[in-house]
């Protein structure tokens, strides 16, 4: 990395770098560990890593043996959603604790807006007391979620992670971010790589002598937000983090602004009948069918929270009874672990 990444200070003071490595489906073991030390060695600051991941072991060890300073490196985990409830995250919170091995923890987050969320994050709010997290906050959370949580607790999380690019654009979400202060992290600002050729994309890529990746990720930083772009290849992880030594143009931005069709890569939030079928996936509404329907689309589909007579609100993790399947999807199609 030829120019190192700003930060951004939150609003508990801390600060946060703009570029972190994201390591979902990095692959256990080696693997993380390898991108994670590359990352560092190219000068990344930051990691985002999570319990449901499997990985934290590897990037703890990778960071130790980095030889670049604790104090220097900024890394986040989260609180799956089957940990969630107030006794049962400060449980699931010593494991991580335990696995990344780094003294404390940046930042940790509620992953999903699961029902018990609200006691998840008291118990984020007094481990943040404890000194063994530097700052909390929620993923996949709405505006309606930040409402709920600030009024019940009293306390605002620093940060949102959602999936953001210009192809899924959330402006409510980030709008509510900014109404409550709270910072704003992209998750999967590449769009999980499937819209590198789309020709806007590559018209800018051109005319601004970069790769469709970069102009991605700075259309993603202009706007303030935290990018966590995940690669395993070196050379990749290295042109993601030159995107802070050129800038898009105003015309630039709105073209790339002028992409949002609510395509979604991620499991984020519901998916609307117009999303599904621009992720390529089926577009019927019933419960827990995402699959991939057109040829390009390599079967990354996710259930929604689509659950008759679910609680308003809550998001359901794409669970069934072990050993079953969802109707018509194949177990090449399930969902992936994030
Ligand atoms: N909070 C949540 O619910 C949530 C959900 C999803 C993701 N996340 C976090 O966000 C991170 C990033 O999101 P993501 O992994 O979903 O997707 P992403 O970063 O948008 O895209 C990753 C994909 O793009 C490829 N890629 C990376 N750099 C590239 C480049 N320069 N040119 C072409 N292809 C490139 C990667 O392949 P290679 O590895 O082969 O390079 C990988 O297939 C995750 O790793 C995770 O940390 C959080």
């Known amino acids: 990395m030829t120019t190192s990444a700003p930060t951004v200070t939150l609003r508990d ?72 409830g107030y006794d049962t995250a400060k449980r699931a919170f010593e494991a991580s604790f335990r696995a990344l091995d780094l003294g404390y923890i940046d930042l940790y987050l509620v992953h999903f807006p699961e029902r018990k969320r609200v006691e998840s994050f008291r118990a984020l709010i007094e481990l943040k007391e404890s000194g063994q997290v530097r700052s909390i906050g929620v993923s996949n959370f709405t505006g309606r979620h930040l409402d709920e949580l600030v009024e019940a607790t009293g306390v605002t999380p620093s940060v949102n992670q959602i999936e953001l690019h210009p192809f899924l654009q959330q402006r409510d979400i980030t709008a509510a971010c900014v109404r409550h202060g709270v910072a704003v992290e992209a998750y999967s600002p590449l769009a999980r790589g499937r819209r590198m050729d789309h020709p806007v994309v590559a018209r800018l890529a051109q005319e601004t002598g970069r790769t469709p990746a970069q102009v991605l990720l700075r259309w993603a930083v202009e706007k303030g937000w935290v990018v966590i772009p995940k690669s395993v290849r070196r050379e990749r992880i290295e042109e993601n983090g030159r995107i802070f030594d050129f800038r898009l143009s105003a015309d630039q931005q709105g073209a790339l602004d002028a992409l949002d069709e609510d395509y979604r890569r991620g499991v984020g939030q519901r998916l609307t009948a117009r999303g599904r079928r621009a992720a390529g996936r089926c577009s019927s509404s019933r419960r827990g069918c995402g699959r991939a329907t057109g040829s390009g689309a390599p079967g990354r589909g996710r259930p929604r929270s689509t659950r008759r007579g679910a609680r308003a609100g809550a998001w359901r993790p794409p669970s069934r009874p072990r050993g079953t399947r969802r109707p018509g999807c194949s177990p090449a199609r399930r969902p992936p672990r994030r």
């Open 13 to 84: 003071g801390n600060t946060m770098p703009q570029l972190g490595l994201g390591v979902w489906e990095a692959g256990r073991g080696e693997p993380t560990y390898r991108a994670v030390r590359d990352a560092l060695e190219l000068g990344y600051r930051h990691i985002d890593t999570a319990k449901i991941y499997g990985n934290e072991k590897d990037v703890g060890r990778a960071v130790r043996d980095s030889g670049v300073p604790r104090e220097a490196i900024f890394v986040t985990t989260k609180l799956w959603n089957a940990d969630q």
